[in-house]
């Protein structure tokens, strides 16, 4: 078991919860992206965890089915159909099943997608919305395999496969 995933996160306390929002802007900052922050998986299981925060995930159905998910996490692919074409409705679906006024936690594969819904749901008016950086699966290796240096499951945090 990873060592992340032995850390008790609970009670997160605000100065720890403004240092992790904190961090997630300067990441974007630093990066000159345009959405409001970058979570670290473990941040973002932390934030899950203490029921501060709703994951978004923005996979296919089919990637959740056969990759593996996080548990209780909402839905809301960013790209449908076989030609896997941007969700017209992706800010209407977030809007209606989670709402603007929450924290919103986006997660894809990578990182890359959830990178931009973010920024189109920052754009809608989401301004508590965040990129989990790394993504479910990783960023690819020398020998283009994911889930070898990072990602959520790379860290071990909890997720389910059917």
Same mark, same amino acid.
């Given at each position: 078991?990873?060592?992340?995933?032995?850390?008790?996160?609970?009670?997160?306390?605000?100065?720890?919860?403004?240092?992790?929002?904190?961090?997630?802007?300067?990441?974007?900052?630093?990066?000159?992206?345009?959405?409001?922050?970058?979570?670290?998986?473990?941040? /973002?299981? #932390?934030?899950?965890? &203490?029921?501060? $925060?709703?994951?978004?995930? @923005?996979?296919?159905? !089919?990637?959740?089915?056969?990759?593996?998910?996080?548990?209780?996490?909402?839905?809301?692919?960013?790209?449908?159909?076989?030609?896997?074409?941007?969700?017209?409705?992706?800010?209407?679906?977030?809007?209606?099943?989670?709402?603007?006024?929450?924290?919103?936690?986006?997660?894809?594969?990578?990182?890359?997608?959830? /990178?931009? #819904?973010?920024?189109? &749901?920052?754009? $809608?008016?989401?301004?508590? @919305?965040?990129?989990? !950086?790394?993504?479910?699966?990783?960023?690819?290796?020398?020998?283009?395999?994911?889930?070898?240096?990072?990602?959520?499951?790379?860290?071990?945090?909890?997720?389910?496969?059917?």
């Amino acid at each position: 078991m990873n060592s992340l995933t032995q850390i008790n996160f609970l009670p997160l306390d605000e100065v720890k919860i403004k240092q992790i929002l904190e961090d997630a802007k300067q990441r974007v900052e630093d990066h000159y992206l345009e959405f409001t922050g970058t979570i670290l998986p473990h941040e /973002a299981w #932390a934030l899950f965890q &203490a029921g501060l $925060a709703v994951i978004v995930d @923005v996979r296919t159905s !089919e990637e959740r089915k056969f990759v593996g998910y996080v548990e209780n996490t909402v839905h809301i692919p960013w790209a449908i159909g076989t030609a896997l074409d941007r969700n017209p409705f992706f800010t209407q679906q977030l809007e209606h099943l989670v709402g603007k006024d929450k924290l919103i936690l986006l997660l894809c594969r990578s990182g890359k997608r959830s /990178a931009a #819904a973010a920024n189109v &749901a920052l754009n $809608a008016g989401f301004e508590r @919305v965040y990129n989990i !950086e790394q993504g479910f699966e990783g960023d690819l290796n020398e020998s283009l395999q994911r889930g070898t240096f990072n990602g959520w499951r790379f860290h071990q945090l909890p997720w389910r496969q059917e």
